[in-house]
């Protein structure tokens, strides 16, 4: 189905509560019109409940597929490799891991639910429609859009941030946290990572068919949950 209004989420961190109030934001916003919901990744790590997060999202996505979107975040993928590469669980747990293992009330990484793993792991890392492109991290400049490199999707700040780099489509990313809880606005990229979990706030872009950069913007104010 094609929906003209499109919600599209920046980063929770585990902030379920924020979650929770935004979503209900949107559907008084959406008044019973059809409308796309698009997750930008990173919904956890750091925050109180990513367990409660996944729980919300993965309920969302599995009971309207295909009117949910989520997309990978690099934190998602930090998990992954935690548990598929040698060393790599040092690198997720020394950013906010242990905030999610707590979550669940594990202590070890492989506990981590098998259903939980399986979804993280089939979620695409770009989502695209007529107006825009939907990336956790961006792109990198001079690429042929959306970018082949998985890497960049999910981890690039540089030279995306800094260069108007126009990818055809206006590119709607997360990532890169505005402490100020606002949305960095661009001609070319929007970016709605402001900062839920660092006392910013969690927000939802509003977009529709008719042009790229979104028409407001829903945001829930944050308390600091992480340094």
């Not at 980063?11 to 979503?23: A, M, N, V, W």
């Not at 825009?132 to 990198?140: E, L």
């Not at 960049?152 to 100020?180: K, M, Y």
């Not at 706030?201 to 340094?227: H, N």
Request: proline share 7%.
């Amino acid at each position: 189905m094609n929906h003209d209004l499109t919600y599209a989420i920046g980063d929770i961190h585990g902030c379920s509560d924020l979650l929770d109030s935004l979503l209900e934001r949107i559907e008084v916003h959406s008044a019973g019109r059809p409308h796309h919901l698009v997750f930008l990744g990173d919904y956890i790590d750091r925050g109180p409940d990513s367990a409660g997060v996944l729980r919300t999202v993965r309920r969302l996505h599995w009971n309207d597929p295909e009117r949910i979107t989520c997309l990978i975040g690099n934190h998602e993928s930090m998990l992954l490799a935690s548990l598929q590469v040698p060393g790599a669980a040092d690198l997720w747990l020394r950013n906010g891991g242990g905030a999610t293992l707590a979550s669940f009330g594990l202590d070890a990484i492989e506990d981590v639910p098998g259903d939980v793993l399986d979804w993280i792991e089939a979620l695409p890392s770009v989502h695209a429609d007529a107006q825009r492109w939907y990336v956790h991290a961006g792109f990198r400049p001079g690429c042929t859009p959306p970018d082949p490199d998985l890497r960049n999707r999910l981890w690039i700040r540089e030279p995306f941030l800094s260069e108007a780099c126009d990818f055809g489509r206006h590119v709607v990313h997360g990532h890169t946290p505005q402490l100020s809880g606002q949305p960095d606005l661009h001609p070319h990229r929007t970016n709605l990572d402001t900062g839920a979990v660092y006392g910013g706030a969690l927000t939802a872009g509003v977009f529709t068919g008719a042009q790229g950069p979104a028409v407001a913007y829903l945001s829930v104010p944050a308390r600091r949950y992480a340094a």
